[in-house]
DNA sequence: ACGCAAACTTGCGTGCACGCACTTTTCCTG
DNA sequence: CAGGAAAAGTGCGTGCACGCAAGTTTGCGT
């Protein structure tokens, strides 16, 4: 179960993930993400830039992956270690304040340029959205599967709504396309600490999680 | 507010639109998406092919964007309609099933082609995404600005639910790596309407609905 | 009414995503 | 243990997304 049923051929790929991951974020650092292309990267992995996108669906993907890889399975992972006492919704919200909170031992340069290019925010967040799978996998197994559906849902939800936070954290000031008719409240807190933030977003979808898990074994 | 403060420049660019919308999609249905070229596309609606990009950022979305584009609004306008009686969830609920029952005054060989190429199906699922900002604001209208984040979060996960819900009945057959260790349980319900889809996705979130309104006015 | 400034459009150039056909590597089965 | 098939890597070609730097239209101020 942990180790699926491939044998050695998929350490190969994983590995020549792994190095492209690498080679793009570093050689982003190093140059700057616009004076890298995908043959760069690509000759620094050891392989053939057609290969690159065989992995890779874009250089931003790529570079951003190499920080983000793990994540997905690591809030999976702390959600899991949770104990069966505590309520969903907290072993849920607690895992991903956990998880977005360590700044892994990753090369601090790497984050500020992620969230200093428009393109690399972008794909940063469109990553969020990865942590859905395995959560739906954990989820559903407290859940004891009650309902395939819901825990997909809830999962996702639970990645849009980690997405709204990342997405307000990295305004230095408001962008007014976005909110559009919105911004007629006027009273809005632009700043706040990510943690603040990840707490602010999960609660509203708390009750749906506690209703999910009370549906099991009431 | 019906009318933004735009003048009669707004309108040209929402005609440009539509003419690209309506060629892209006819061109399309015509000879097949694959043998529709941008520079099609933008001949057809008599602009050229570097200022179809200033619009859409890919073919697909394009294609796809001729049968999306008013749903956006109207799923929010459902919403909008329903007396101040109803629940927040049933609204909701029931204002997405009826806009997405709804066929539309559109080429039913649209549809087809649309669910049909890979590509084109992608661009569908990504176009729902496109419903949250008009539903953030008629939910935060609702909930008389209980919270910036909630309307946001709530709005979000409708979209990501009615993504999955459609993403299911899109499927002729099971697709295996979507699931991954999720299909241990077998018991799929593989077919079903798509209303009944829509309701069954939306229903894990109706908790969470109904506490943001019940925060408001208790 | 006139002209200026902002915006939309356009042509050009570059790098890239991706399909197709082929070679090489890896794994499974008789 | 060998043969063969599936899968990964590779080369090549095509159309496209997007930055840049004009040209052109729209709308506003005086």
Redesign the interface.
């Known amino acids: 179960?942990t180790t699926p049923p491939s044998g050695l051929r998929e350490r190969k790929k994983q590995a020549t993930r792994e190095a492209l991951r690498e080679a793009a974020l570093r050689l982003a650092v190093e140059r700057g993400p616009d004076q890298v292309r995908v043959e760069d990267i690509a000759e620094a992995a050891g392989v053939s830039p057609r290969t690159y996108n065989n992995y890779f669906a874009s250089r931003e993907q790529a570079i951003v992956s190499a920080v983000t890889a793990d994540r997905e399975a690591r809030v999976a992972a702390a959600v899991a270690v949770r104990p069966a006492g505590v309520s969903l919704a907290d072993a849920v919200t607690d895992a991903v304040v956990e998880q977005y909170t360590a700044t892994g031992e990753h090369d601090p340069r790497a984050l500020l340029l992620i969230t200093t290019r428009t393109a690399l925010r972008d794909a940063y967040l469109d990553a969020t959205a990865g942590i859905a799978?395995p959560l739906?996998?954990v989820i559903?197994e407290r859940l004891h599967?009650t309902?395939?559906?819901?825990?997909?849902?809830?999962a996702?939800?639970v990645?849009?709504?980690v997405?709204?936070?990342l997405e307000?954290w990295l305004q230095p000031a408001g962008n007014a396309e976005?909110a559009?008719?919105?911004a007629a409240?006027g009273l809005?807190v632009p700043s706040g600490s990510l943690p603040d933030r990840l707490r602010?977003?999960l609660?509203?979808?708390?009750?749906?999680l506690?209703?999910?898990e009370r549906r099991t074994r009431p």
């Open positions: 179960m799978p739906t996998a559903a599967d309902g395939e559906h819901t825990a997909r849902v809830l996702a939800s990645a849009a709504a997405r709204i936070a307000g976005a559009e008719g919105l409240g809005v602010a977003v609660a509203p979808l708390a009750p749906a506690d209703a999910a």
